[in-house]
Nanobody
Framework: QVQLVESGGGLVQPGGSLRLSCAASGSIFSIYAMAWYRQAPGKQRELVAAITSGGNTNYVDSVKGRFTISGDLAKNTVYLQMNSLKPEDTAVYYC????????????????WGQGTQVTVSS
């Protein structure tokens, strides 16, 4: 059992900023990566950003240059700094984890937290 708790969402105007936080706890082994996902109404969940235990990061094209993922994976924490927010960023944001599994990894976990709502509107 893994528990994921996201926080930091809210209502902001276009061009504004938010910083999301995620804390994971429970049955977590060695973490390979942590990531942020988002899901807007009527749309599929998409991977927004990920960071590995080695410090490598990756972003979906639509947020490059605006979002920054960071964290301390050894402490099961990850953050997402979101700048220059746009209405199309409106979604529920979720975090999740991937764990080392021999020479590979397994994830994301089947359990999803409550997410945190981000609404960008004027």
């Amino acid at each position: 059992q893994v528990q994921l708790v996201e926080s930091g969402g809210g209502l902001v105007q276009p061009g504004g900023s938010l910083r999301l936080s995620c804390a994971a706890s429970g049955s977590i082994f060695s973490i390979y990566a942590m990531a942020w996902y988002r899901q807007a109404p009527g749309k599929q969940r998409e991977l927004v950003a990920a960071i590995t235990s080695g410090g490598n990061t990756n972003y979906v094209d639509s947020v490059k240059g605006r979002f920054t993922i960071s964290g301390d994976l050894a402490k099961n924490t990850v953050y997402l700094q979101m700048n220059s927010l746009k209405p199309e960023d409106t979604a529920v944001y979720y975090c999740n984890v991937a764990r080392y599994y021999y020479s590979d990894y397994v994830g994301p976990d089947d359990y999803w937290g409550q997410g945190t709502q981000v609404t960008v509107s004027s």
